[in-house]
């Protein structure tokens, strides 16, 4: 059983390296072009042949930032409710719908948002 965990493991990350190796291989083209420039440069111009990935990057770290700034708290007050001052009724009920959320996709929720909640709050 061991040789064969062993043999998975080595696999994934056999099948990531194989992936980077390819994503470095095909991007040689635009690493020439662009350099490391295309990640300190704002500039997103087509027309001029200038692009530059910093707004975007940015954008990626501040949104991350702040998702962890929200989820962070909020999930370790409701493990601490669950674990230690949550009634047994309750506690199961929350444990359900939180083991719900954690199984169902964001995008579905996204989804359930965009044409429920959002009809809702229209009216």
Do not use: N
Request: charged letters at 10%; hydrophobic letters at 60%.
């Amino acid at each position: 059983m061991r040789l064969i965990t062993f043999l998975f493991a080595a696999s994934v990350v056999l099948v990531t390296l194989l992936l980077v190796f390819e994503l470095w291989i095909g991007s040689t083209l635009p690493r020439h072009k662009f350099g490391f420039h295309f990640f300190v440069t704002s500039v997103w111009d087509p027309i001029a042949d200038q692009f530059g990935a910093l707004p975007f990057i940015y954008g990626t770290l501040v949104t991350a930032g702040v998702s962890l700034a929200l989820a962070v708290p909020l999930g370790i007050g409701a493990a601490i409710f669950l674990a230690e001052l949550a009634p047994l009724g309750c506690r199961t009920t929350l444990q359900f719908f939180i083991d719900l959320l954690a199984a169902v996709p964001s995008v579905s929720m996204v989804l359930l948002g965009v044409f429920i909640v959002i009809p809702l709050m229209r009216e």
